[in-house]
Structure formats: structure tokens, C-alpha cells
């Protein structure tokens, strides 16, 4: 099975579209997952014509969204029990935000945003990734978006993409 992973789209504010190398692996992945800041529901919906997605909402999402959208979900595929949260907060780092936000429901791999910093961290028996945006790379050298591939729940890779 293979998922596609984004957060950070803030779209329309920071592009018109989303980049041909995203649109790629939407087309051919089973699975979405979008760690929030989609900015608007246009942006989700348009997201939600390449297939079946979770999301959750971001902190500059509009009101729309935060209405249908929890804050944090968890959803298991192919076994794998995978946690989603934006990773928004005060006080402490982002990553220790969304490592906390799942520390009473244990799972294989915690996916945020936030940031837009690309991160990937084992940590506590737990993995971390950070897609980053393919939209708006703030001081990052270059634009990502994740790549989940899910055989089971033991056997499974992750992966940034990056592109200019």
C-alpha cells in the first residue's frame, strides 16, 4: 500500500496549485494523509478528488475546516496504527508536541507539520516524520512531501521527496 504525506499546503495563499511532482504520487498512491494547514476547504476538496484521505486541522485552516476536521486522528492501515496531529502549540518543541498528543493511544509512526521542516526520527520505539510543504519551504532548501509504503505492520518504509 502506498500513502502519499503532505501538511502545509496553505494554499491558495502560497501557490496556485500543487507541484507536478506532489500530483505524481497522488495519482498512483492508495492513501492520503494531510497533517493540516490545508488553509481552505478548496484546497481539501481538491485533495480529496486524488482519493480516499485523513486529515486533520491546522492552526491558519479556516473556520470550515476546523468545523469537519478533529485536531488529531489516528487510523490503522494495513495494521499499522498511525497517528496524525498539526504538532501547533506553545512551550516545547514541535516534535515533542505531536510525540505528547499520542502518548495515552501507543503508535508505529506519529505524522505532523507545523514547521515545515522535514523530520524523520525513531524515537521511543515510535517514528516521527514531518513531510514538510510542497508549497511554501519557508528557509528550506528545497520543497517535500512524504512517501509511507505499508506491506504490514511490521514490515513498512518511509521516505521524504524533495524538489525545487
Known amino acids: ?11 491558495p495563499k502560497k501557490g496556485k496549485g500543487f507541484p507536478d ?21 478548496d ?9 480516499e484521505m485523513t486529515g486533520v486541522a491546522g492552526n491558519v485552516d479556516d473556520e470550515e ?14 495494521g499499522m496504527k498511525i497517528g496524525i496531529v498539526h504538532g501547533d502549540g506553545s512551550g516545547k518543541t514541535t516534535e515533542k508536541r505531536a510525540e505528547e498528543a499520542f502518548n ?12 515545515h521542516i522535514p523530520y524523520l526520527r525513531y524515537h521511543q520505539g515510535v517514528v516521527l516524520f514531518n513531510p514538510g510543504s510542497p ?24 521516505q521524504h521527496k524533495f524538489y525545487s
Not at 511532482?21 to 494531510?34: A, R, T
Not at 484546497?43 to 482519493?51: A, K, P, S
Not at 469537519?68 to 494495513?78: D, E, G, R
Request: hydrophobic share 40%; no cysteine; aromatic share 8%.
Open 135 to 158: 508549497t511554501d519551504k519557508r528557509r528550506q532548501p528545497m520543497y517535500s512531501h512524504g512517501v509511507l509504503t505499508i506491506e504490514d505492520e511490521s514490515k513498512w518504509s518511509i
Open 43 to 51: 484546497t481539501y476538496n481538491r485533495l480529496m478528488e486524488f482519493g
Open 65 to 78: 475546516l476546523k468545523e469537519i476536521l478533529p485536531k488529531k486522528t489516528k487510523l490503522v492501515l494495513n
Open 104 to 115: 495515552a493511544d501507543p503508535v508505529d509512526l506519529i505524522v505532523f507539520g507545523h514547521s
Open 21 to 41: 511532482e506532489l500530483i505524481s504520487d497522488l495519482k498512483v498512491s492508495e492513501y492520503i494523509i494531510h497533517a493540516g494547514d490545508f488553509q481552505t476547504v
Open 1 to 11: 500500500m502506498k500513502i502519499t504525506i503532505l501538511s502545509d499546503t496553505h494554499l
